[in-house]
């Protein structure tokens, strides 16, 4: 029995100036919408080497409805499905560049497909796992940003990560299979390291062994530093292809650094395990995605802080689209700072006013998406913070 078949509101969407058919993505925006929403961004498995988007949602490729994110789209999620260049087509970092492009131009792009620029995850199986987890780790490391391919303005961090029997580190692979019946291997898989034509050799453009710092740069776990979102880990115990030590590794430096992680254990679980397309497993990725995305707090930067004396800030409209107004009450006239900020914390601009004037400020200029604020008492140096959505 297949499921329905969803058509993308935008399909074949160029995220990079070219014509190539791995710089496309679909996106399916929920029916009737009118305002921002979170967005779950799918990227596929395959090898490094294979694959093409159409997984995501019951469609044409991938009729049988065997995919991971319909309950999201049904529960008022915009979906984005992403082609990147395979092995075939260029080496680590290339596709890597491809993934974050990706999230930069949904951000660059916001109003026209409905995301909310601060509740932005992502969600893959095998390769598009290592290639979530890499984009929750890395955040805005320059060396892997590919800005050169575009939307370069806006991060590609994201808000929430949820992976399935993913690479990590490329090192765990020889000797790291299951080996203690019944989910021990057999027969026992052997010689990736000094194998530059498996999938991880072709991914490189060399062997595990002979090129010990591209290993590194290209691994997951080089980049946790304590700052990563919530990451939701999946892996079935007797998996002969990814050994389940990736997903292990990860979950464990994530902790040790103080994150907030979770990882699923599937007993006896294969790679692409049969468990990974049910009601059931669908309905997590929802539980997850509502818990940190819908429900989350999303990229706000700081908490918000009351003056001592009570005062309070109001800034209309709120979505805005060419001009800003902005109101401070306090119990006498006082004098403030107010500042906006990107999301990456650049300073965009800064204004001097008195509190019982209201001041307004031009944002025609502005890209629409979210930004920051802050209006600072230079007297006692308490602030007010809150966020400022542009839509144009």
């Known amino acids: 029995m297949h499921a329905q078949i969803i058509t993308p509101t935008y399909a074949n969407v160029s995220y990079v100036n070219d014509t190539s058919i791995k710089h496309k993505m679909d996106v399916f925006i929920p029916p009737g919408v009118n305002s921002a929403l979170p967005c779950v961004v799918h990227i596929h498995g395959g090898g490094f080497g294979a694959g093409q988007k159409g997984e995501a949602l019951p469609s044409l490729y991938y009729p049988s409805g065997t995919t991971f994110c319909d309950s999201l789209y049904y529960h008022g999620y915009v979906i984005a499905d992403i ?45 598009g796992g290592y290639f979530v987890d890499i984009l929750g780790t890395s955040g805005d490391v320059s060396s892997l940003e590919g800005k050169h391919l575009g939307s370069g303005e806006v991060t590609s961090r994201v808000q929430a990560v949820l992976s399935m029997y993913a690479t990590t580190d ?21 010689c990736w390291n000094d194998n530059i034509n498996n999938p991880i050799g072709k991914f490189l453009g060399c062997s595990i ?21 919530p990451f939701d880990i999946w ?5 002969c292809t ?19 992680a979770v990882w699923h254990s599937i007993l006896h679980g294969t790679h692409s395990d049969a468990s990974f397309f049910t009601d059931s497993f669908r309905h997590n990725v929802r539980v997850f995605f509502d818990a940190k995305l819908m ?61 019982q004037n209201i001041f307004s400020f031009p944002t025609k200029n502005y890209r629409s998406g979210i930004y920051f604020y802050r209006a600072t008492n230079p007297i006692n140096g308490e602030n007010l913070n809150g966020k400022l959505t542009i839509s144009k």
Do not use: W
Not at 170 to 190: A, G, Q, V
Not at 297 to 307: A, D, I, M, V, Y
């Open 209 to 229: 062994s002979s090129c010990p710092e591209l290993v590194a740069q290209s691994s997951v776990l080089t980049y946790i530093d304590g700052n990563e979102p």
């Open 170 to 190: 490329f090192n765990y692979f020889d000797t790291y299979y299951p080996n203690i019946p019944p989910d021990s291997c057999s027969p026992y898989p052997c």
């Open 235 to 239: 892996h079935g115990t007797k998996d």
């Open 295 to 355: 429900n989350g707090e999303g990229c706000q930067p700081t908490s918000e802080n009351n003056f001592p004396f009570h005062s309070g800030i109001k800034i209309f409209p709120n979505p805005a689209s060419d001009m800003v107004h902005v109101k401070v009450s306090s119990p006498c006239n006082q004098p403030f700072v107010f500042c906006v900020f990107g999301l990456l914390g650049n300073e965009i601009a800064s204004y001097h006013f008195l509190s």
């Open 83 to 127: 082609n990147y260049r395979l092995s075939s087509d260029t080496l680590f970092p290339g596709p890597v560049y491809d993934c974050k492009t990706a999230i930069r131009f949904l951000r660059m792009n916001a109003e026209t497909y409905f995301v909310d620029t601060c509740k932005m995850g992502v969600i893959g199986e095998s390769a």
């Open 242 to 260: 990814v050994p389940p030590i990736q997903s292990l590794l990860l979950y464990d430096s994530l902790i040790v650094h103080g994150g907030d």
